[in-house]
């Protein structure tokens, strides 16, 4: 399986856009490849470079397995327009919330991880990270992967 963007590049820097110091809006996503078994989609994005640790920016889950992507500027909504779940943010939020590094730190690196999955996830809106993650425990069929940078200088 594989992820893109039309707003960046593998690697490359997120536009100022899609973080805090933009407008906070997630960018748009596509993927190809995905295997046969799939019945739906979840997608964390995180980054593990904060400095509390790995910071959640975005868990969205149940996206339908006929997906191809998902547009930009989801809204911020339980059940968003694409009939996903979303979950709880380490900004205590549901939805995206955009990269937000510490300023002076340097640039950090944002991991948007699409799981293909072979059933729907049992869990409730507002779910984190971690509850994600165990719930999809045995069901990953596929995964893909597309890091962004970006920093916020003095």
């Known amino acids: 399986m594989r992820i893109k963007s039309s707003a960046f590049s593998p690697e490359g820097k997120i536009p100022?856009?899609?973080?805090?110091?933009?407008?906070?809006?997630?960018?748009?996503?596509?993927?190809?490849?995905?295997?046969?078994?799939?019945?739906?989609?979840?997608?964390?994005?995180?980054?593990?470079?904060?400095?509390?640790?790995?910071?959640?920016?975005?868990?969205?889950?149940?996206?339908?397995?006929?997906?191809?992507?998902?547009?930009?500027?989801?809204?911020?909504?339980?059940?968003?327009?694409?009939?996903?779940?979303?979950?709880?943010?380490?900004?205590?939020?549901?939805?995206?919330?955009?990269p937000c590094p510490p300023q002076g730190y340097g640039p950090h690196r944002y991991f948007f991880r699409l799981y293909a999955l072979d059933t729907s996830l049992k869990l409730k809106p507002g779910a984190g990270r971690e509850e994600v993650l165990s719930a999809m425990d045995g069901h990953v069929v596929g995964q893909a992967e597309l890091m962004g940078r970006f920093e916020r200088p003095l």
């Open 16 to 98: 100022e856009k899609y973080t805090c110091q933009g407008e906070n809006i997630s960018p748009d996503l596509s993927w190809e490849g995905v295997p046969e078994k799939t019945q739906s989609f979840a997608l964390i994005l995180d980054d593990p470079d904060a400095p509390a640790g790995v910071w959640v920016h975005w868990v969205v889950y149940n996206i339908p397995g006929s997906a191809r992507g998902l547009p930009a500027h989801i809204s911020p909504a339980d059940h968003p327009e694409n009939d996903a779940v979303q979950g709880r943010n380490s900004f205590r939020k549901i939805g995206y919330g955009g």
